[in-house]
């Protein structure tokens, strides 16, 4: 009878053991999300620096501000900086993402674009008076 117990508990822990299994797969489903989604990246806001491309000064202060429309589309709903005495709102970008890096497309038919990578946000545009602009920012938390 001692037998036919330890057989039992031994057949029992091998089919639990055998039944009972995990992954890790977090990262992945992560990576998913993101990939169906890249627009939740883009989303907050940003501190950072505004100069003139060509500029190597450290630039004037100012932040953007992004909201999400759907997965693929946000809207930059701020953008200032008071030096400049820039004060730009609502544009829609299509956010796209390959290999982390989350690229922005303007919706309108203002020359701006932007670039996403690692918690740093990079934006290019013309001015009205066609000097070229560039923004660099980190996401605040």
């Known amino acids: 009878m001692e037998k036919i117990k330890y057989m039992f508990m031994a057949v029992l822990v091998a089919l639990v053991s055998m039944t009972v299994t995990s992954c890790s797969d977090d990262d992945d489903d992560?990576?998913?999300?993101?990939?169906?989604?890249?627009?939740?990246?883009?989303?907050?806001?940003?501190?950072?620096?505004?100069?003139?491309?060509?500029?190597n000064t450290d630039g004037a202060p100012c932040y953007v501000a992004f909201e999400r429309l759907s997965n693929t589309t946000v809207m930059l709903t701020r953008f200032f900086c008071e030096k400049y005495g820039f004060d730009q709102e609502k544009i829609n970008f299509k956010v796209s993402e390959?290999?982390?890096?989350?690229?922005?497309?303007?919706?309108?038919?203002?020359?701006?674009?932007?670039?996403?990578i690692n918690g740093v946000l990079t934006m290019t545009f013309q001015t009205d008076n066609g000097y070229n602009m560039i923004f660099n920012g980190k996401k605040e938390k």
Request: avoid cysteine; glycine fraction near 14%; hydrophobic fraction near 30%.
């Open 30 to 55: 992560e990576n998913v999300s993101n990939q169906k989604n890249p627009a939740s990246m883009i989303v907050g806001t940003y501190t950072g620096t505004l100069r003139e491309v060509g500029d």
């Open 98 to 116: 390959s290999n982390g890096v989350y690229k922005l497309n303007s919706e309108s038919g203002l020359l701006v674009d932007g670039m996403y």
